[in-house]
Nanobody, 128 residues
Framework: QLRLVESGGGSVQAGASLRISCTAS????????IGWFRQAAWKERDFVAT?????????????YYADSVKGRFTISRDDAKNTGYLHMDSLKPEDTAVYYC????????????????WGQGTQVTVSS
């Protein structure tokens, strides 16, 4: 059972940058696409970004982003460290949420229901 632990969340001012991490329990991490999702207070959990596993035979994009974060957020992974990252620039108050990382067997995907392994989340708060 793959375990995921998010870290790096915190409170920042609008316009700041922040990088959050997702560290996996074992090397099988490298065989999974990973995704980031977020849930604001009183709202449903939404897709943020996803990145395919290295070596995946996929003719589409390597990464996908929600329109609301495109151009500001960057997803990446370092399989040697069993870690995924979400680098967030130009943060806005509406980015305030608990951020979750997830992993799943198979191909890159954006649907929350397609992800099998989940972390416990890390809080990101952006003040104006």
């Amino acid at each position: 059972q793959l375990r995921l632990v998010e870290s790096g969340g915190g409170s920042v001012q609008a316009g700041a940058s922040l990088r959050i991490s997702c560290t996996a329990s074992d090397h099988t991490f490298s065989s999974y696409p990973i995704g980031w999702f977020r849930q604001a207070a009183w709202k449903e959990r939404d897709f943020v970004a996803t990145i395919r596993r290295n070596g995946e035979r996929w003719s589409g994009n390597t990464t996908y982003y929600a329109d609301s974060v495109k151009g500001r957020f960057t997803i990446s992974r370092d399989d040697a460290k069993n870690t995924g990252y979400l680098h967030m620039d130009s943060l806005k108050p509406e980015d305030t949420a608990v951020y979750y990382c997830a992993a799943t067997p198979g191909f890159i995907r954006v649907a929350e229901t397609s992800y099998y392994f989940w972390g416990q989340g890390t809080q990101v708060t952006v003040s104006s």
